[in-house]
């Protein structure tokens, strides 16, 4: 599990941001993960909560926005969402690709601030 | 007064410093004209045999070194030293993968200027080093026909975040009934295009193929920071 490391480097991130602006009460963090990210959204709850102890994160809430795989046809000229990480090809003509355009997201989207 | 929240945009990646720190060692490696490869696979594939011959082979015309990473124990480095003597362990502890800040630690007493080939043997884990760049110019990812045929199925990030994969101990194929259509085909699903060698370490098998293929692959690259 990963995680752990991928929520101290998020919580890190946040408060570059945070200071970067001045100094920000967050009360909540939006994440966009992709499903290719390789990262587990549940074992990223869990370890944001530990990551963010100590900090003045703490008791801030992580809402995770999935991004789902979106891929780039070569043969069709088509975007399209595959039918799984398991089979990916394009859903409309069903030939192999390898462009991802979408799906390997983890990035710090937003930040709620308290009122 | 608003009691509403207010939401700010900020679009912070949050591997930056990995992110970064690896393209500036890749940029130093292209510099240094070091072609750099990673391993990655789950324990017991195979990884630290392969790598014992891709060593020797590829030593025999060209300066190559190796950072091998474990969580504990100097035993690979130890056995990859046969092969090549520029090797060196990172152990990471309870850390299940490596980050381009132990590559970068890694190579401090090391010249890269001295070097054609540099090979880092990941963690055995086949999924938490999918999210961090290493800089590398190659990423392969090994399967052993010990290993079942659906694993590129159960493991998709790092099969397809991987640039070539190669199966390994083919001598065993047989005993185990391994389907290798299958998972050519698995390959295939997760990772369309994806060039995949055959080998065994052991008996020698697809090994020139594989050298052949890296050896070409090093030219190429030289020849790209030349011009």
Not at chain 2, 1 to 23: C, F, G, H, W, Y
């Amino acid at each position: 599990m990963h995680e752990l490391s991928i929520a101290v480097s998020m919580v890190e991130r946040i408060i570059e941001e945070s200071e970067n602006r001045g100094g920000l009460r967050v009360e909540a963090v939006h994440l966009k993960l992709g499903v290719l990210s390789g990262v587990d959204k549940d074992a990223l709850m869990f370890s944001y909560e530990v990551a963010c102890e100590g900090t003045f994160l703490a008791g801030s809430t992580l809402v995770i926005d999935s991004v789902p795989l979106l891929i780039y046809c070569d043969s069709c000229g088509a975007e399209g969402a595959p039918e799984s990480m398991q089979h990916i090809a394009c859903p409309r003509c069903q030939r192999p690709s390898h462009k991802i355009v979408r799906g390997r997201e983890l990035e710090v989207s937003a930040l709620e601030l308290a009122a | 007064m608003s009691t509403a929240p207010r939401l700010i945009e900020v679009r912070a990646k949050v591997l930056k410093q990995n992110d970064l720190l690896a393209r500036e060692l890749r940029e130093q490696f292209r510099r240094s004209g070091v072609y750099v490869v990673s391993l990655v696979s789950s324990p017991g594939s195979g990884k630290t045999a392969f790598l014992e011959k891709v060593l020797a082979r590829t030593g025999i015309n060209h300066r190559v070194a190796a950072l091998v990473g474990d969580l504990a124990t100097e035993n690979d480095a130890a056995r990859l030293r046969r092969a090549a003597p520029q090797v060196k362990q990172i152990t990471t502890g309870t850390i299940c993968h490596l980050d381009a800040q132990m590559v970068k630690k890694g190579l401090e007493e090391w010249d890269l200027e001295n070097l054609d080939f540099l090979f880092v043997e990941n963690v055995g884990n086949l999924v938490c080093p999918s999210s961090y760049d290493l800089g590398e110019e190659l990423r392969v990812v090994l399967l052993s026909t010990t290993e079942g045929e659906d694993k590129p199925l159960k493991y998709p990030t790092i099969f397809n975040g991987a640039d070539v994969a190669v199966i390994t101990k083919m001598d065993l194929a047989a005993a185990t009934e391994f389907d290798l259509m299958a998972t050519r085909r698995n390959i295939q699903s997760v990772r369309p295009g994806m060039q995949v060698f055959e080998v065994s370490s052991k008996t020698g098998q697809g090994m020139n193929e594989f050298i052949s293929f890296l050896c070409g692959r090093f030219e190429a690259a030289r020849t790209a920071t030349m011009s």
